[in-house]
């Protein structure tokens, strides 16, 4: 799950993060479905952009994962969206979503002993920088 700014969180495919951080920049509930104990790999643009020009530089072929290696649950990343943004922010459960899947994290084993990325923005310091472009979004949108 890659997540950062210019996301839009309108776009039916966009991510998790950038939809909570929306609705945290106009004060509203974060929408959780199910218990919000479901996990997911979140990795930053940056990181991505970064691995995509190790791996183009290096002589490795085939599959590899992308990711962090490290799950988060949505319950855990509601709370960094309530860090980020300043306050605690009420969340409303929703029904599951039918066939979501509960578990979600990437094996990097490989691009890491291969092509030697490791992922260096961690979730906070991601969200961080994300907040902070939303922040400027509203303000050049007049919000």
Partial sequence: ?????????????????SKFLERA????PLLIYGDGKQTRDFIFVE?????????????VTGQLNLGTGKETSIL???EVVGRVSGGELKRI??????G????SCADVSRI?????????????????????????RKIQDGG
């Fill in 25 to 28: 920049s106009v004060n509203e």
């Fill in 100 to 103: 979501e899947i509960l578990r």
């Fill in 93 to 98: 459960h929703m029904p599951a979503r039918k």
């Fill in 1 to 17: 799950n890659v997540f950062g700014p210019r996301q839009d969180p309108s776009n039916p495919y966009s991510g998790v993060i």
């Fill in 76 to 78: 855990d990343l509601a």
């Fill in 112 to 136: 890491r002993e291969e092509v030697g990325f490791e992922a260096e923005i961690d979730l906070l310091e991601g969200m961080r920088r994300t907040w902070e472009w939303f922040k400027r």
């Fill in 47 to 59: 990181d991505v952009a970064r691995a995509l020009l190790m791996t183009a530089m290096s002589d």
